[in-house]
């Protein structure tokens, strides 16, 4: 089992930025692709981004590419969500995810029942 814990939300101004972390603890980390996912008051979870195990690749959901960079340091067990550009509209919780990398089927990352271990998430408040 991976334990994740999620830090660095808060509260900004439209058009600034904030840099999330998510720091595993658990040996069952190693080989893990982790995804982040957010959601809003009265909204359903969403998917934001993926990163694999490797950092090799990555995916990012249409309302932010362009403007979040998730990147990793498996040395220090982190994943990290660079948000640049904020928006009203990214206010939410963020949350990450943790699945052993692999092919589970089309577009697995974006799907919230794929990933086994979840954090408590970090709010993310975005003024206009």
């Known amino acids: 089992q991976v334990q994740l814990v999620e830090s660095g939300g808060g509260l900004v101004q439209a058009g600034g930025s904030l840099r999330l972390s998510c720091v595993a603890s658990?040996?069952?980390?190693?080989?893990?692709?982790v995804g982040w996912f957010r959601q809003a008051p009265g909204k359903e979870r969403e998917f934001v981004a993926h990163?694999?195990?490797?950092?090799?690749?990555?995916y990012y959901s249409d309302s932010v590419q362009g403007r979040f960079t998730i990147t990793r340091d498996n040395a220090e067990r982190t994943v990290f969500l660079q948000m640049d550009m904020l928006k009203p509209e990214d206010t939410a919780v963020y949350s990450c995810?943790?699945?052993?990398?692999?092919?589970?089927?089309?577009?697995?990352?974006?799907?919230?029942?794929?990933?086994?271990?979840w954090g408590q998430g970090t709010q993310v408040t975005v003024s206009s």
């Open positions: 658990g040996r069952s980390f190693t080989g893990s692709a």
């Open positions: 990163i694999s195990w490797s950092g090799g690749t990555q």
């Open positions: 995810a943790a699945k052993l990398d692999g092919v589970y089927g089309s577009k697995w990352w974006t799907y919230t029942y794929n990933y086994d271990s």
